[in-house]
C-alpha cells in the first residue's frame, strides 16, 4: 500500500505593489513576516517539505525563502516559469510530476490559481475547521491549505486531497 503524502497549497505573501514587472514585484514588510509566521505554524503543526515547487515570480521565491526561514529548514526549490501564469489543471499536471519518492510537498505560487486548486483538490471528507475556514476566508495572501493525499503524486485527481489544516500565515 503506498503511504499517505502531504501536499501544502501557498499563495504567496503581500507584494509590493508595484516592480520593474509583474514578475519581479518582491515582498512587503509585512508579506516577509506572514511567510515566516507560516513558515513556524508549518514546522509547529510537523510539516516539513521534501520538495517544493515554487512560482519562477520574485515575491513567491522571497515567500518560500520566508517560509523556510520560519520554518528552520532549509530545501532548494524547483522554480517554475509555468507556475507563474498557470491555470488550476496546469498547475495540478505541476504537481503529478513531482518526483515519486517526495512524500510532502509544498507548492507556492498566485491567486485566483492556488485558492481555486485547494478548493478543486479537497474531497470534503477532511477538517470541517480548515474546510469551513477555506470557504469563508477565502485564500488571501500568505494562506497555506494542508492535504494529505493518498497515493502517487502522478495519480492526483480532482477531488483527490483531504484538507487536513488551513492558515493564513499573519506575522
Same mark, same amino acid.
Request: aromatic share 4%; charged share 20%; hydrophobic share 40%.
Given at each position: ?6 501536499? *501544502?497549497?501557498? @499563495?504567496?505573501?503581500?507584494?509590493? !505593489? ?14 516577509? $513576516?506572514?511567510? +515566516?509566521?507560516? $513558515?513556524?505554524?508549518? !514546522?509547529? =503543526?510537523?510539516? *516539513? ?9 520574485? @515575491? /513567491? ?6 517560509? %523556510? ?18 491555470? &488550476? ?5 505541476? *504537481? @503529478?510530476?513531482?518526483?515519486? #519518492? ?5 507548492? *507556492?505560487?498566485?491567486? &485566483? ?12 471528507? #477532511?477538517?470541517?475547521?480548515?474546510? $469551513?475556514?477555506? +470557504?469563508?476566508? $477565502?485564500? &488571501?495572501? %500568505? =494562506?497555506? !491549505? +494542508?492535504?494529505? +493525499? ?10 483527490? /486531497? ?10
Amino acid at each position: 500500500m503506498q503511504e499517505s503524502r502531504r501536499l *501544502v497549497i501557498v @499563495r504567496h505573501a503581500k507584494a509590493e !505593489a508595484q516592480g520593474s514587472s509583474d514578475h519581479e514585484r518582491g515582498l512587503a514588510a509585512r508579506g516577509h $513576516g506572514d511567510a +515566516v509566521a507560516g $513558515g513556524a505554524w508549518l !514546522a509547529a =503543526s510537523g510539516v *516539513v517539505p521534501d520538495h517544493a515547487l515554487v512560482s519562477s515570480a520574485r @515575491r /513567491a521565491k522571497e515567500t518560500y525563502l520566508a517560509l %523556510c526561514e520560519g520554518g528552520g529548514w532549509e530545501l532548494e526549490s524547483d522554480d517554475s516559469t509555468a507556475l507563474y501564469a498557470a491555470e &488550476p489543471e496546469t498547475a495540478l499536471d505541476l *504537481v @503529478r510530476e513531482v518526483p515519486a #519518492g517526495a512524500t510532502t510537498v509544498l507548492v *507556492v505560487g498566485h491567486n &485566483p490559481t492556488m485558492g481555486t486548486l485547494a478548493q478543486l483538490l479537497d474531497d470534503g471528507e #477532511g477538517d470541517d475547521v480548515a474546510s $469551513g475556514e477555506l +470557504v469563508s476566508r $477565502g485564500f &488571501p495572501t %500568505c =494562506s497555506l !491549505a +494542508v492535504f494529505d +493525499v493518498p497515493g502517487a503524486w502522478a495519480d492526483l485527481e480532482l477531488t483527490g /486531497a483531504t484538507l487536513t489544516a488551513f492558515h493564513v500565515g499573519r506575522g
